[in-house]
């Protein structure tokens, strides 16, 4: 319809019109105009619709993000609530080691290695977390990324752990005599163990408060996987 109408504006174009004929092209114009316009509506329509569904899929990426993050944060409490746990109690078993180390006195026996559980959150893209933030809020938003950033460094200080824990065993008599040395490399691998114990103490603590302001409870299943060590069943946080 637009090169027709076109076709003939052209060769109407410069052309002495009589009044029928202008009267042609007033009508010709009118329909161009109309159609022009329904097909510029047509247009805008199909975008809002095309925006609407990119919207609509964005927020319900968000909805399942938020949700998966909900679980992940369960698991995460139940993990930082062990070490608020087991944290004291195993420092005091690096002290009873250090004195023992410093002073030549007898070992307190073996220093089995805990359990150091891990968890992880899986990270949201840029638009997830635009849509999180503009369906949810800023406030949830900015505590599930604070949570990311909890259980990559609880993973950080978990992995230094075993590390250093793999230097007690200089004390064990099973792989040769105990020197001196052995003692005062074991006690600085027990300094740095505390060190550690009480880093992963502070991100549990800071867990556990997220968690809360999220009222997200503890996994129950995972908790109940998290035995103590050995001597620290009866600590509490």
Same mark, same amino acid.
């Given at each position: 319809?637009?090169?027709?109408?076109?076709?003939?504006?052209?060769?109407?174009?410069?052309?002495?019109?009589?009044?029928?004929?202008?009267?042609?092209?007033?009508?010709?114009? #009118?329909?161009?105009?109309?159609?022009?316009?329904?097909?510029?509506?047509?247009?805008? /329509?199909?975008?809002?619709?095309?925006? @609407? #569904?990119?919207?609509?899929?964005?927020?319900?990426?968000?909805?399942? /993000?938020?949700?998966?993050?909900?679980?992940?944060?369960?698991?995460?409490?139940?993990?930082?609530?062990?070490?608020?746990?087991?944290?004291?109690?195993?420092?005091?078993?690096?002290?009873?080691?250090?004195?023992?180390?410093?002073?030549?006195?007898?070992?307190?026996?073996?220093?089995?290695?805990?359990?150091?559980?891990?968890?992880?959150?899986?990270?949201?893209?840029?638009?997830?977390?635009? /849509?999180?933030?503009?369906?949810?809020?800023?406030?949830?938003?900015?505590?599930?990324?604070?949570?990311?950033?909890?259980?990559?460094?609880?993973?950080?200080?978990?992995?230094?752990?075993?590390?250093?824990?793999?230097?007690?065993?200089?004390?064990?008599?099973?792989?040769?005599?105990?020197?001196?040395?052995?003692?005062?490399?074991?006690?600085?691998?027990?300094?740095?163990?505390?060190?550690?114990? @009480?880093?992963?103490?502070?991100?549990?603590?800071? @867990?556990?408060?997220?968690?809360?302001?999220?009222?997200?409870?503890?996994?129950?299943?995972?908790?109940?996987?998290?035995?103590?060590?050995?001597?620290?069943?009866?600590?509490?946080?």
């Amino acid at each position: 319809m637009f090169q027709a109408i076109r076709r003939q504006l052209t060769q109407w174009q410069g052309a002495q019109l009589s009044h029928p004929q202008r009267r042609r092209i007033r009508r010709w114009t #009118g329909l161009f105009l109309f159609e022009f316009v329904v097909v510029l509506f047509g247009v805008l /329509a199909a975008q809002r619709l095309q925006e @609407a #569904g990119v919207q609509a899929r964005a927020r319900s990426d968000a909805a399942a /993000a938020v949700e998966r993050a909900e679980h992940e944060t369960a698991s995460f409490r139940a993990t930082s609530e062990y070490w608020l746990r087991a944290g004291p109690c195993l420092a005091g078993q690096m002290d009873v080691l250090m004195r023992a180390a410093a002073t030549g006195e007898d070992l307190p026996g073996e220093f089995p290695r805990p359990r150091m559980p891990l968890s992880s959150f899986t990270p949201w893209t840029e638009g997830t977390s635009i /849509a999180a933030r503009s369906a949810f809020g800023e406030g949830l938003v900015s505590d599930y990324a604070g949570l990311q950033v909890m259980a990559a460094k609880m993973a950080e200080d978990s992995h230094d752990l075993a590390g250093e824990w793999a230097l007690l065993s200089l004390l064990d008599p099973r792989f040769g005599p105990v020197a001196r040395e052995d003692r005062l490399n074991a006690r600085v691998a027990a300094g740095r163990i505390k060190g550690r114990l @009480a880093s992963l103490r502070v991100t549990a603590r800071n @867990a556990v408060a997220a968690a809360e302001r999220r009222k997200v409870a503890t996994d129950p299943a995972r908790r109940s996987l998290l035995t103590l060590p050995a001597g620290c069943e009866t600590m509490t946080p």
